[in-house]
């Protein structure tokens, strides 16, 4: 039921581009409430969307994440997702 975790990060960038359906906002929402990393990735999002925008509109929607910075994230997404503690 639950998206997991590469599609909420995949949806919290895609807002910035795009309206998100309805049942996709429910989803990507109902996965922050239960996923503490996911919150914290978005808050990093909106971090580089705020220091991007300094630069202009453009430049933010003309200037896609490099690959080095996906694979980094991408990365810190299956530290996250790797159970390293049951609780
Ligand atoms: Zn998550």
């Given amino acids: 039921m639950m998206m997991n975790c590469e599609k909420a990060s995949t949806l919290a960038s895609a807002a910035f581009d795009r309206k998100l359906s309805l049942a996709e906002r429910i989803g ?14 978005r808050k990093q999002l909106l ?22 910075a996906k694979a980094r994230i991408r990365r810190r997404l299956r530290e996250f997702e790797s159970p390293s503690s049951n609780d």
Avoid: F, K, Q
């Fill in 47 to 68: 971090t580089i969307r705020r220091h991007m925008g300094r630069l202009g509109d453009e430049a933010s929607t003309a200037a896609p994440m490099d690959d080095s």
């Fill in 28 to 41: 990507v929402w109902a996965h922050w409430l239960m996923c503490a990393p996911c919150r914290a990735y």
